[in-house]
């Protein structure tokens, strides 16, 4: 890799056609979302903002950022761009620079912009940001707090985007094989693919990601404060503030889901789940007799995360989870309207 | 640690034995590397060849569905046969074969090929060749190695002769025919032209900066200088999209760009696109 030796760049080849279109659609929303965010200003001042701070993106990864020992490495910038504009302006900014890397450039795959976009424009700023405004909220611009939670966030950002780009390869394997079992596309398992891609970040990239934030907040600090401002300033309505809250909520969601198949890894049942047949296998001697009785009285529509119909255990557990999120959400919703029709009774 | 080299990427600095190059050299290097291989590929580009008369729309869809099916392909013989037309298309097209293949096959084996060593060992699979008791290089293993390296090969080939036989803004136009909304070909345009102007500005606060060094800088120095020099870039950027705006706003700009009216594709650009399309479906065929 050219620019950013540390960083992800995944080349065509390496996820199947359908993985990538899945990423694409994926990142979809993050950019409207950052669209919709910037027609909230002036479209026409948008224009040469977004088109600098995508440039200013694409120069930062040519930085080389020296660590403490000697070693230094190249940033990706995500979550330097997200505490100054926002995580979703800085999603359309870090896009963009990727997209150029990709079509002008030859650097990164084109089939694979979704993925790329994904785990470098969309998970490192959410999660940057959300940690930095954990971290920084309601302090000073001066505050150590802040190039703490820029250091944070920066480390803890390019590590889960590592961590998801493990996923995209680890699955791969697993979905997409010769009928003789032969990997079509990156050949590892979740198994190794995690600890390979995250240990190395943790150790060295993250690092890279999280000094270089931190190192530029620190200047601003000095230097510029009314750019450290903008973006926290921007949140002030508490309305804003809740939306907020929850837009992060539904970002945590949604990584979550999409790690679900983590689970087929973990050998044998989680304590205390077991089934009749395993709890008669366990050594106790007999199956309470109201276990047994009480077993049969319902059969879950997706028993164990699964939907054999599928004949993919992976993509059985991310459908379940999303079922599962749909139905809490409308019964939340459902009642949440309950209640609120009740007061509106008592207050008519 | 997934990342290939561009075929057309320039050779890296030769780092001095005894000096270790710092970070404003490190830099240096970086900027002047990404300029260069942008500088080297519009004048690629605009030589005479096979895809450089092509219309770049047709170049681009051809591109693309090219690379759907290296992506689709279960065969071996398939992917090799399309990196074969790729490498017939850089000859007609007057690239350098030397490089355009070296280039690919030298770089390859530092990234994926050290990614996919393992795999050989690890891949369950039938033995194909036992190393000692316990150790040995799967069948699976080996087949899924060359499923990966052949496709990123040729993947990244078949990207390099688009870069390397369309000039930016030619490219530019082709997205429009994807269907790309203007505004976002428009930031795309601006952005490739400022990435130019910022690398330069890069390169100036670091040359400058090496020039009033004397010895070495400290680690703790080099930091600072690099998150310092971060600043001021963003600054600049901040302060030149202000003027940038009032510049647009000057000359009319109110938030959406028009599109030129697009010149037809002549019959050597339909042929072209029919060609590559054609080869597309029958290595989809070929390749299920």
Partial sequence: MLYSPASMHIPDGYLSPLTSLVMLI??????????????????????????????????????????????????????????????????????????????????????????????????????????????????????????????????????????????????????????????????????????????????????????LTALVVLYLQHANRGILQAPLAAEAPAEAVSFRRLRLLWVGLIVLVIATPLGLLAPGTAWGEWGSQQLATMGLGFVPHGLVQLESLWGAPMAGYDLPALGNASLGYVLSAVAGIILVAVVAWLFSKLLSSGHQEQHG | MVDSLPAHAPAPAPAHARHRRGTIERTLASVSD???????????????????GLDPRAKLVSLIALLVAVALSHSLLVIAMLYLFALGLAWRSSLPIETFTT???????????????????????????????????TRTGVQSAAFLLLRVSTSVSLATLLVLTSAW??????????????TIILVLGMTYRYIHLLLITADDMFLSRKSRVVGHLSNAAERRMVGASAGVLLEKSLQLSGEVYLAMQSRGFRGYSHRATAIPMQRRDWLGLTVALGATAVAIWLGR
């Fill in chain 2, 103 to 137: 280039r690919v096959w030298l770089f390859l084996p530092f990234f994926t090929g050290i990614l996919v060593l393992p795999a050989l060992f690890l891949t369950p699979g039938p033995v194909f060749i036992s190393l000692t008791p316990g150790i040995a290089i």
């Fill in chain 2, 169 to 182: 803004n030619d490219l530019l136009k082709a997205l429009s025919f994807l269907r790309i909304p203007d």
């Fill in chain 1, 26 to 211: 994926l990142v979809l929303p993050f950019w409207a979302a950052g669209a919709r965010h910037l027609r909230q200003r002036s479209a026409a001042r948008s224009v040469p903002l977004i088109a600098l701070m995508a440039a200013f993106s694409f120069v930062i990864m040519m930085f080389n950022v020296p660590l403490p020992g000697g070693t230094s490495g190249h940033a990706v910038g995500g979550a330097l761009a997200a505490i100054l504009l926002g995580p979703e302006v800085a999603s359309v900014a870090v896009s963009i620079a990727l997209v150029i890397q990709a079509i002008f450039f030859g650097d990164g795959g084109i089939l694979n912009i979704g993925a790329n976009c994904f785990n470098m424009a969309v998970v490192l700023p959410y999660v940057a940001y959300g940690i930095y405004w954990l971290a920084a909220a309601n302090t000073p611009i001066t505050s150590r707090r802040r190039v703490v939670g820029a250091a944070l966030g920066g480390w803890a950002g390019l590590t889960v985007a590592a961590f998801f780009a493990a996923v995209e390869f680890g699955i791969q394997p697993v979905l997409f094989h010769t009928a003789g079992g032969t990997p079509l596309y990156a050949p590892y398992p979740l198994s190794v693919a995690i600890p390979a891609m995250v240990i190395p970040h943790l150790l060295i990239a993250s690092v890279v990601e999280g000094a």
């Fill in chain 2, 34 to 52: 990404v300029m260069e291989r942008s500088l080297y590929a519009e004048e690629l580009a605009h030589r005479p060849g096979l895809l450089q």
